[in-house]
RNA sequence: GCGGGAGUAGCUCACCUGGUAGAGCGACAGCUUCCCAAGCUGUAGGUAGCGGGUUCGAGUCCCGUCUCCCGCUCCA
């Protein structure tokens, strides 16, 4: 990461807190590692921005429903989804060459070098060593074989530690009655066990696609880049259902689709790429990121995976229950292929925030320099839509402030604020990304208008407050 | 997890070779001002990350610990 770049990233997490948009959770406990809290404005533009994906995927697609499954789901969801033989493999690390194996990998690496009986014997104890989750046990395996790392060549080992990325704690209050289950580690899952119900009660016909909102939670190894991976995340997740063998036209319809969402947030071409995986993940057949230059380099916000029929295959199979779509037009059952399209709130959230924030120089008409911190957010996803200022707080003007206050609130989010000079006022919500800022002055009194000020052009006009609902309306959904 | 750096008021920082903490900005209250921060007055806010040690005395020296940042590592 360049220099500049890891300025202008950190002066974007220090006016993230600033400004209440993002807290380090419990911060006065010294926090708690990858875990931030959104504050009053940050709240409102992630709520924002996960309106304004709900709205697009649902109420704008007639053949999309969502749901809100819960986080805590049945333990075998996730033997079936793959999450707990993959999720949960005990590690060990060479302290000389900080290389990190997979056990498993390593004394299966170190076998192959054996005649085939040593080998059987050291693999066979492996087994029931893990089976047991003996890893102290593991760990004498390997001390007593000196298997040694291929890149220092020493057995210089830690201890053999498990890293379950699924976090896990009990239903039921009885402790010894209680079973593990764990927080889900993707929202996908949700969706998938109610395929079926969904399908029955909305109605719902192949293709047809399931939208949610909703926290994951995974024990990253290592989360950093502030709210960029945190272990507590939000997603925004759709996995639209397909008749087997048009998978391949729906991959590209959402591709093509979930692109347009992003750039119509204003965000410039460049500024995107995409990233195909050469290997997808064993369930999928086609998959491609989505990435955005990040201050710290062209990072994933969102997946698009083919991911065949694997998970209402699997499901079908744990659970015993037909996880089949009758098709009239071509008379048959199957089990639909899935495309998901995957989106990281926060991530989003981030990006936002990033595209938007902007530290501006210039030089006034007299001279002196000037300069201004400001957020040019989409308005559509602004905290705040309209601040209402007095240009003066005397001579009747907070009255006809807050008379405009009262009229235009439950249309949109707005702000009144009559302390300090204008100009100071102005640069407050500059920073907290506000797109317009009506003052009211003596000439209101007069001829019952406003002026309406632009964030980015810091240009003003005269409008009449009679007509200022609909132009506020017309311009955040202009954009 | 490993290596390096940093932790003093909300923010940016000062306190030189140890003698019981200051400034600017910000916030709040008020004054002034008819349009883009840095006019005026006042107020609040810090047991110097935390714990221990050395010392008559530590923000300042030593040790430990926590957190954050950078690099590596890890990552469906």
Known sequence: MASNDNNRFQAIIAHAKEYGFVFPSSEIYDGLSAVYDYGPWGSELKKNIRDYWWKNMTQMHENIVGIDAAIFMHPTTWKASGHVDNFSDPMIDNKDSKKRYRVDHL????????????ADEILSNL??????????GVKKLIDDNKIKCSVSGTANWTDVRQFNLMF????????GEADTIYLRPETAQGIFVNFLNVQKTARMKVPFGIAQVGKAFRNEIVARQFIFRMREFEQMEMQFFVRPGTQKEWYEYWREERMKWHLSFGTPKEKYQWHVHAKPAFYA???VDIEYEFPFGFKE????????????????KFSGKKMQYFDNEINQNYVPYVIETSIGLDRMFLLVLSQAYAEEKWTKEDGTEDSRTVLRLPAKVAPIKLAILPLLKKDGLPEIGREIMKDCRDEFYCFYEEKDAIGKRYRRMDAIGTPFCITVDHQTKEDQTVTIRDRDSMKQERIPIAKLKEIVKAKIKGE
């Open 168 to 175: 896990s704690t009990q239903l039921g209050s009885v402790a």
């Open 285 to 287: 057949d086609n998959a």
């Open 127 to 136: 087994e029931k060593l893990l089976a047991n989750e003996d890893f102290a």
């Open 107 to 118: 004394v299966e690496a170190y076998a192959e070098t054996l005649p085939k009986e040593k």
């Open 301 to 316: 916000i969102e997946g698009i995976h083919s991911r065949t029929d694997y998970d209402l295959s699997q499901h079908q």
